[in-house]
């Protein structure tokens, strides 16, 4: 499944006026999707210098992956 999907369906489960009109689901996700990008961009490491640094960098690029419907997120 991919993390839109998921977003669009919890905002479709949640108690908003605009969940009826043509778009809503995108429009909210939207500014979620891209606040979630730079938070997990914040924590790449300035320079890469250990295998704990190459890790994390490759878990945020699977992460940003995930986000931007590039991979499906994992069903467990």
Same mark, same amino acid.
């Given at each position: ?8 369906? +919890? ?6 006026? *605009?969940?009826?009109?043509? /778009?809503?689901?995108? +429009? ?6 891209? *606040? *979630?990008? +730079? ?21 945020? /690029? ?6 931007? /419907? ?7």
């Amino acid at each position: 499944m991919k993390f839109a999907d998921l977003l669009n369906a +919890a905002i479709q489960r949640a108690d908003i006026p *605009l969940r009826f009109e043509p /778009g809503a689901e995108e +429009a909210v996700a939207k500014p979620i999707t891209e *606040l *979630l990008r +730079a938070w997990l961009e914040a924590h790449e490491p300035a320079e890469v210098r250990t295998d704990s640094d190459r890790g994390r960098l490759a878990l945020i /690029g699977e992460l940003v992956d995930e986000l931007t /419907g590039a991979k499906d997120v994992p069903s467990e």
